[in-house]
């Protein structure tokens, strides 16, 4: 059997001992690390920390748990071990504008992001013919003041039925209720345009454009009752000027929402981002 990789992340109050307690552990099992980091945030006393290792052949998840309880109940800490032998799964939410979903996909394809995507959710027919040539079920649920619930309910019996870890809102243009980001606080990421100013509404390039702004650029972001100003995991920020054309604003917007929303999901899933409050800790 090969040995098995482990990626273990913990958060506690900042306290002497911590990193040797659980080095100490996963020494006594013959883990080997692979990558450590940690990050000790001085404002709220909290200590960060994201572990990569090697536990030898035949160790299971469980074993790693048992051994490291003692440190885990030393000091307080949430944990969450993830195995790398366990592809994650996502569920990729769409409208009508595809570019960060094909880009997802291309992605994938060629390796950079090692998941499987379980489902395409959409509020539009738009999207159907690509899932079926890629064998991927495809869900069609158009939202309305009126069926808002009785839908965001049927997302959830996706998730639940397909065990997705991840739901990726990839310029899906729908609200999520407060209910429903309470319910999947944490596993939800979106993207959006971000200027400053910033512009809503219908057309953001466009509005950008008529204001002669000279930098445009892409948010991604946990999602949250408060409306696009969940926990910050990446973003990106590009040059223009006065003699592009609108269309050149929405190109170069698209290309950037595609680069960030793939380099968030891509640390989410390697475990790199960890909650800290209304802000995040990304381990490089």
């Not at 450590?36 to 945030?41: G, I, T």
């Not at 489902?119 to 079926?132: G, L, P, Q, T, Y």
């Not at 040539?133 to 039925?161: C, F, M, T, W």
Request: net charge negative; with cysteine; proline share 4%.
């Amino acid at each position: 059997m090969p040995d098995k990789n482990y990626v273990l992340t913990l958060s506690c109050e900042d306290k002497p001992g911590i990193v040797a307690s659980v080095t100490t552990e996963l020494a006594g099992m013959d883990a080997n690390i692979a990558e450590s980091n940690q990050f000790w945030d001085r404002q709220t006393n909290r200590f960060f920390m994201r572990i990569a290792f090697t536990a030898a052949e035949g160790t299971t998840k469980d074993d790693v748990e048992r051994a490291l309880k003692p440190a885990i109940d030393r000091f307080d800490m949430k944990t969450t071990l993830v195995d790398q032998a366990k592809k994650p799964k996502i569920i990729i939410m769409v409208s009508k504008f595809d570019h960060a979903l094909l880009h997802l996909f291309y992605q994938i394809k060629v390796g950079w992001l090692d998941a499987d995507v379980a489902a395409i959710v959409s509020n539009h027919e738009d999207s159907r013919r690509f899932a079926e040539h890629e064998g991927i079920p495809y869900h069609v649920l158009p939202v309305s003041r009126d069926n808002k619930k009785e839908q965001e309910e049927a997302l959830l019996q996706i998730v639940k039925d397909t065990g997705a870890d991840l739901v990726i809102l990839a310029r899906y243009m729908q609200v999520l209720s407060d209910n429903l980001s309470k319910r999947l606080f944490g596993k939800v990421i979106n993207i959006h345009h971000s200027f400053l100013p910033s512009f809503k509404g219908a057309k953001p390039y466009h509005q950008a454009h008529e204001r002669g702004v000279k930098l445009i650029g892409a948010t991604a972001h946990y999602v949250t009752p408060d409306l696009d100003e969940g926990p910050i995991i990446e973003q990106e920020t590009e040059r223009v000027s006065h003699a592009m054309s609108a269309e050149d604003f929405v190109a170069t917007g698209r290309d950037i929402e595609s680069r960030v929303l793939a380099r968030a999901v891509k640390k989410h899933l390697e475990s790199r981002v960890m909650l800290n409050g209304h802000k995040t800790v990304v381990f490089g």
